[in-house]
């Protein structure tokens, strides 16, 4: 009889690194690499369009990678490039040098709603990933997977129905679902575009500290700006469609960051090099 699969520990909760700091230098080798990645969409009336074109993309292990760019340009695609559930037309996408060719268990994928089952409790949706899977020992995953609620707060909810949950509390499950089978990419798009502004950012807030306890690769989709510069370690600005890559910004703010960040003067710089960027996209009407 083959051994139990057993859930690995999560890892020791750090509060949050000291001002100043940020998570250890990531590996010089890419968790993600696009190479000259094309995606081609054909309609039921036989029509072609071209989502992103010769798009080369590397995204180091730890990274938190935001990707930016107008309505259409084949963002979301990337991510569904990488999740196995879309197939590049040319090019190749790898991650830690393995070609993605369908669904792969090490990536977590946050969707723009949380896609939560309603006739299931918080606790069975947050399980969802491991059923799927088929993973054994429920009950040790179960452990790992109230670990998580009550990382993001809602372990009282656990028997709750996502009926009950406020749209922001739905999207903390839907991270805690992403978060439960350990994988080591998280793909997030548009997670928060949905929400008010002020719970928007105490979703940023909280995904920040999630990361910093917990580091992952992170590739995360967004139009707003703010919410770019606050997360990202880089952001990568994208065309409008077919999607190229137009600029690649790293961000030097140092993490923790909180309210003060987004009144700096340093936030405002980036913020307007992301939005020239942007504008220049924009052609005249």
């Known amino acids: 009889m083959p051994e139990p699969v057993v859930p690995p520990p999560l890892a020791p909760t750090v509060a949050g690194a000291p001002p100043g700091t940020a998570p250890a230098a990531p590996a010089a080798r890419p968790m993600i690499d696009l190479d000259h990645l094309s995606v081609v969409y054909r309609t039921r009336a036989s029509e072609r369009f071209v989502a ?10 730890g990274e938190f990678c935001v990707i930016v760019g107008p309505s259409g340009c084949g963002k979301s695609t990337l991510l569904k490039v990488l999740a196995g559930l879309v197939r590049a037309d040319g090019g190749r996408a790898s991650i830690r040098g ?4 369908a669904p792969r268990d090490d990536i ?4 723009q709603s949380a896609t939560l089952l309603p006739w299931m409790t918080i606790l069975d949706n947050v399980l969802l990933p491991l059923k799927v899977q088929r993973r054994p020992d429920r009950a040790a995953w179960a452990e790992r997977a109230m670990a998580l609620l009550r990382t993001v707060g809602l372990a009282d909810f656990a028997r709750s129905y996502p009926s009950e949950l406020s749209g922001g509390m739905q999207q903390r499950v839907g991270m805690a679902r992403a978060l439960v089978h350990d994988p080591s990419l998280l793909l997030m798009d548009e997670p928060f575009g949905a929400l008010d502004a002020l719970t928007r950012e105490t979703m940023n807030d909280e995904l920040q500290r999630l990361w910093l306890s917990r580091p992952k690769t992170v590739l995360f989709v967004t139009h707003s700006i703010s919410e770019a ?3 990202a370690d880089r952001i990568v600005v994208m065309s409008a469609r077919p999607g190229r890559i137009v600029a690649d910004i790293p961000v030097d703010l140092p993490r923790p960051r909180d309210v003060a960040t987004l009144d700096s003067g340093r936030f405002g710089e980036y913020s307007r090099q992301v939005r020239t960027h942007l504008y220049a996209q924009e052609t005249p009407r």
């Open 52 to 61: 992103v074109a010769d798009v080369s993309l590397q995204v180091r292990e």
């Open 98 to 101: 393995e070609a993605v060719g």
């Open 108 to 111: 977590g994928f946050v969707f």
């Open 229 to 231: 510069v606050f997360l």
